[in-house]
């Protein structure tokens, strides 16, 4: 299973952006879903995630300002970003929690190749 993420770019202070990301396999069962991002120099970290129930996990950094929706039948999770600073900058990746079964049921974490988001002041 690979994830295909579109959105990213260049945007300017105060501005938004709407990140998504789609399984290539529609198909296969999903647990949690969301985005990270890794900005130069620091570690990874949660921009918010969502679980097969809604539960939603939004980083503090963002919080008030990052909106997660996924829907599940698609298998495609969309973040939508406003208010955006330049300290957001940061390669931003897409994550899924694989749910695979091979005599029993198991997870695997998947990661997207990252997309590049600038915010220039």
């Known amino acids: 299973v690979q994830l295909q993420a579109s959105g990213g770019g260049s945007v300017q202070a105060g501005g938004s952006l709407r990140l998504s990301c789609a399984a290539s396999?529609?198909?296969?069962?999903?647990?949690?879903m969301g985005w990270y991002r890794q900005a130069p120099g620091k570690s990874r970290e949660v921009v918010a995630e969502?679980?097969?129930?809604?539960?939603?996990n939004t980083g503090d950094s963002v919080k008030g300002r990052v909106t997660i929706s996924r829907d599940r039948a698609a298998n495609v999770v969309s973040v939508q970003m406003t208010s955006l600073k330049p300290e957001d900058t940061a390669v931003y990746y897409c994550?899924?929690?694989?749910?695979?079964?091979?005599?029993?049921?198991?997870?695997?974490?998947?990661w997207g190749q990252g997309t590049l988001v600038t915010v220039s002041s």
């Open positions: 969502i679980t097969t129930e809604g539960s939603v």
């Open positions: 994550f899924a929690e694989i749910r695979l079964y091979s005599g029993h049921w198991y997870t695997k974490d998947v």
């Open positions: 396999d529609r198909a296969v069962r999903i647990g949690r």
